[in-house]
């Protein structure tokens, strides 16, 4: 079984981030701050955005969760940001609407809420990385508005400007002109909203690093590793790879600070092999597992593997998500283009024996699986990774199969439509209704399932996957099971009608947004 390099996106940021931030809706303000958020549509966007210098846009879905839970604070935000000096306006389009499908394929919305910042009437666009709370979004915004950099001037300013809470630029120059300062300045406005950027005349009042030096230089400061390095190579790319290279951590902590966070996305989306050690960092023994993965990053850096070290208490999704078990802790998990390799309760000095184990291929990757059930005469049949074979693609029959997440409240709503499709069929020896715990098992590389609930029709002559994009009701279903199936035979009179279900809604849009689009809804 092949596992991808890069893993999904939308899965980790909506799992993740979503997730994680501090977000405490307060009901009562709602009414008040409503009108505080503009309301956007195709019928008003573009003229809003091209009188605007800068702009704040939410894309969300009336039905989305994390959207109902950020609207109080974004419109608490919206209402102190609209009086500041300068205002800030924050601005909201219903993605889900129709009417509306041109502006979110034009914007890439393929998660809710997206949060876009749109500078120049709209001619430069970025994707908000900040906090989801309002005091949170308040001054991460506050920070995007003005001056890409901000000139510090005295010690005291370079102290309140460079703190271990992340990555800074600072760029020292003998005059703020020339080809040096305009490069620098030109990137600073392209990767505001992941770093800060200051530039000084003086590097003496800087915290760290040579203080005789006159420039042109670049000096990125940052919380980890070597704490501070320099640059100076003034080229607009080498500037981009430079900060992107040294502000990124040789080992990713994912730990409850949420400076942290905002690297979790490169992270997941770097096509390199994912080696991630879990366990408690309250433990005694964290420095050494810590001290240990940094010499391993080290020793393999030829090797195009990412490490990261994951507190099981503030990375509990991500830990779910993988299926693990926390009897297993201390644990190493890497995720490899051949497989998935699990070295379980192990010891500091066992990490880096074992992690060239893996280099030389002398592991045996690790298939995550429940037990193949003793029974399996429900109408809705139950498939693990180790019988997906036999019940699915050796079978000889057309199978209808759904990936589902026990947490996941759609999965729930549409399980009773499947069980009545299921019923209806169940006198067809040439058709099987099916679904996997995605969560409990190792889904094959064939099937692309970034969300649940997943649909996927296996026809029995074992032709093309189809990825199931109709309404979530019984009779769509049964009419896309007898249009697919193979032989072409009709079904039996007993699945030809059936009274229409309601349709699940969805939480992770995919690039369609009508309501029979492939979607996406719980991660």
């Given at each position: 079984m092949e596992v991808p390099l890069v893993l999904p996106f939308a899965t980790f940021i909506v799992i993740f981030l979503l997730s994680s931030g501090a977000i405490?809706?307060?009901?009562e303000a709602t009414a008040v701050l409503e009108e505080a958020v503009l309301t956007l549509d195709a019928g008003n966007f573009s003229e809003v955005v091209a009188k605007h210098e800068f702009i704040v846009v939410e894309f969300y879905a009336p039905w989305c969760g994390h959207c109902k839970e950020l609207a109080p604070e974004y419109e608490k935000a919206a209402s102190v940001l609209r009086k500041g000096a300068?205002?800030?306006?924050?601005?909201?389009?219903?993605?889900?609407?129709?009417?509306?499908?041109?502006?979110?394929?034009k914007y890439k919305v393929n998660a809710y809420p997206a949060i876009k910042i749109i500078r120049n009437g709209g001619s430069d666009v970025s994707t908000y990385g900040g906090p989801r709370d309002a005091d949170g979004i308040v001054e991460y915004l506050k920070k995007q508005v003005g001056p890409a950099s901000l000139e510090l001037r005295s010690a005291g300013d370079a102290d309140r400007s460079i703190d271990d809470k992340g990555v800074v630029l600072v760029g020292v120059f003998p005059e703020f002109a020339g080809m040096e300062y305009e490069n620098f300045m030109a990137v600073a406005g392209k990767m505001r909203t992941d770093y800060d950027f200051f530039h000084t005349f003086d590097a003496s009042i800087l915290p760290r690093g040579d203080k005789a030096i006159k420039g042109p230089l670049l000096?990125?400061?940052?919380?980890?590793?070597?704490?501070?390095?320099?640059?100076?190579?003034?080229?607009?790319?080498?500037?981009?790879?430079?900060?992107?290279?040294?502000?990124?951590?040789?080992?990713?902590?994912?730990?409850?600070?949420?400076?942290?966070?905002k690297f979790l996305e490169r992270y997941y989306t770097t096509p390199s092999a994912k080696a991630m050690l879990f366990l408690h960092f309250s433990d005694d023994i964290v420095e050494s597992f810590k001290s240990e993965m940094h010499e391993a990053a080290r020793q393999l850096s030829g090797n195009n593997i990412s490490f990261l070290i994951g507190d099981v208490s503030a990375a509990d999704r991500a830990f779910q998500y993988f299926g693990l078990k926390e009897s297993d802790l201390p644990l190493l998990l890497v995720i490899a283009s051949t497989g998935k390799y699990l070295n379980p309760t192990m010891e500091p000095d066992?990490?880096?024996?074992?992690?060239?184990?893996?280099?030389?291929?002398?592991?045996t990757p690790y298939v995550k699986s429940e037990p193949i059930p003793k029974v399996n005469d429900q109408p809705v049949k139950v498939v693990v990774a180790d019988n997906i074979d036999d019940v699915v693609f050796n079978s000889g029959k057309n199978v209808l199969l759904e990936f589902y997440a026990p947490w996941c409240g759609h999965c729930r709503k549409l399980a009773p439509i499947l069980e009545e499709v299921a019923v209806l069929f169940q006198d067809d020896e040439d058709v099987v209704i099916a679904k996997m715990d995605g969560t409990a098992n190792d889904i094959p590389s064939d099937f692309e399932?970034?969300?649940?609930?997943?649909?996927?029709?296996i026809p029995s002559n074992g032709g093309d996957l189809l990825s199931y994009e109709g309404d979530r009701t019984a009779q769509e279903i049964i009419n896309f099971i007898n249009k697919n199936r193979e032989p072409k035979a009709g079904a039996s009179a007993a699945v030809?009608?059936?009274?229409?279900?309601?349709?699940?809604?969805?939480?992770?849009?995919?690039?369609?947004?009508?309501?029979?689009?492939?979607?996406?809804?719980?991660?």
């Open positions: 405490t809706a307060e009901g300068p205002p800030v306006v924050l601005a909201k389009v219903d993605a889900y609407d129709e009417s509306n499908k041109e502006l979110k394929d000096r990125l400061f940052k919380p980890f590793d070597e704490l501070f390095v320099d640059s100076q190579d003034f080229d607009k790319d080498a500037i981009k790879k430079f900060i992107e290279v040294s502000g990124f951590p040789t080992v990713l902590l994912f730990d409850a600070n949420p400076t942290n966070h066992q990490l880096i024996p074992w992690m060239k184990q893996y280099i030389y291929g002398n592991l399932v970034e969300g649940y609930p997943n649909l996927y029709f030809e009608e059936v009274t229409q279900t309601s349709a699940v809604g969805e939480e992770v849009t995919s690039s369609s947004s009508s309501s029979s689009a492939s979607v996406k809804d719980e991660l």
